[in-house]
């Protein structure tokens, strides 16, 4: 029992990740990040699974400047467009129900709904930005990783990184107010609108 958790923990925190630790301790992070790229729901598991061979096909991740996420979000934006280049297909409903389980704390329908419209837009304003943006802010901004990291998995200059989250933060913001506006004018959610990411 102790040697089993023992070869566990090397398993996450050792030097070297093959594909299937990699996959066991972040698949639902790259799901998640899929569906914000603008992936739909009923297409996730397939791209998952391309994202670990992938993963498999480079050898692994090893330890270095940067982090397993920004690593695997780097060949999640390369498989989801690649795919995306593929299909051709509107980008118009994402379902991060697959992925986003957090109950609802609502106490009524009219409130479950006001934050379902809340997540639509956010995901609504996400799928205005370039998908090279919208990658950073998802990154920064919803995951929490920092510059230097998303510069190192990403493989792009630092400055890149700052100048892009710079440009996709104003961009994001006037979609959303824009969304917003749309909304209470329209009294819901605005045709095309996508449900769905974490907030």
Do not use: N
Not at 54 to 73: E, I, S
């Amino acid at each position: 029992m102790e040697g089993k958790g023992s070869s566990k923990l090397h398993a996450v925190t050792g030097e070297h990740l093959d594909a299937a630790a990699l996959y066991r301790a972040h698949a639902g992070f790259v799901a998640r990040f899929l569906l914000r790229l603008g992936a739909h729901g009923q297409d996730v598991p397939d791209l998952l699974q391309e994202v670990f061979l992938v993963a498999h096909r480079r050898g692994g991740f090893t330890m270095g400047r940067a982090k397993p996420t920004t690593w695997l979000a780097e060949i999640s934006f390369r498989v989801f467009s690649d795919r995306r280049k593929k299909t051709r297909r509107k980008l118009e409903d994402s379902d991060t129900e697959t992925v986003t389980v957090a109950a609802s704390h609502a106490s009524s329908p009219s409130e479950r709904a006001e934050k379902r419209q809340a997540l639509a837009r956010v995901q609504s304003a996400l799928d205005t930005l370039s998908p090279e943006k919208r990658t950073v802010f998802i990154l920064y901004e919803l995951e929490g990783e920092s510059c230097d990291s998303i510069a190192a998995g990403l493989g792009i200059p630092v400055g890149t990184v700052y100048s892009r989250l710079h440009s996709a933060r104003r961009d994001f913001a006037r979609a959303h107010d824009r969304l917003a506006e749309d909304t209470s004018s329209a009294g819901g959610v605005p045709p095309g609108a996508v449900a769905g990411a974490r907030a």
